[in-house]
Nanobody
């Protein structure tokens, strides 16, 4: 009943920029927080940035001062503006949502993930 759809990934040169979007839809009651994580082969999925519905943000040290997370609560959408991209940023980026939704006759608490979008930074 809940779906997260990501967009905005692609190939970009070092120093370039990309803007990722993730829209949550379905029987959502409320969203506590949304965020972005990334993963490369052989590595654990790692935090990039998170933002609460109240606007509190958290960033990985490796992306501070380069990436900016923002959200539109009315649209249940989170964005990740990525500037000054480096080859080390190459990964599959996943959207995450911590939310409450209407289940089968109950209220469900869920940790939902998008399908992932590839970001490749290369000359």
């Amino acid at each position: 009943q809940v779906q997260l759809v990501e967009s905005g990934g692609g190939l970009v040169q070092p120093g370039g920029s990309l803007r990722l979007s993730c829209a949550a839809s379905g029987s959502i009651i409320s969203i506590n927080a949304m965020g972005w994580y990334r993963q490369v082969p052989g590595k654990q999925r790692a935090l990039v940035a998170t933002i609460t519905s109240g606007g509190n943000t958290n960033y990985a040290d490796s992306v501070k001062d380069r990436f900016t997370i923002s959200r539109d609560n009315a649209k249940n959408t989170v964005y990740l503006q990525m500037n000054s991209l480096k080859p080390e940023d190459t990964a599959v980026y996943y959207c995450n949502a911590d939310l409450l939704s209407h289940g089968l006759g109950s209220i469900d608490f869920g940790d939902y993930w998008g399908q992932g979008t590839q970001v490749a930074v290369s000359s």
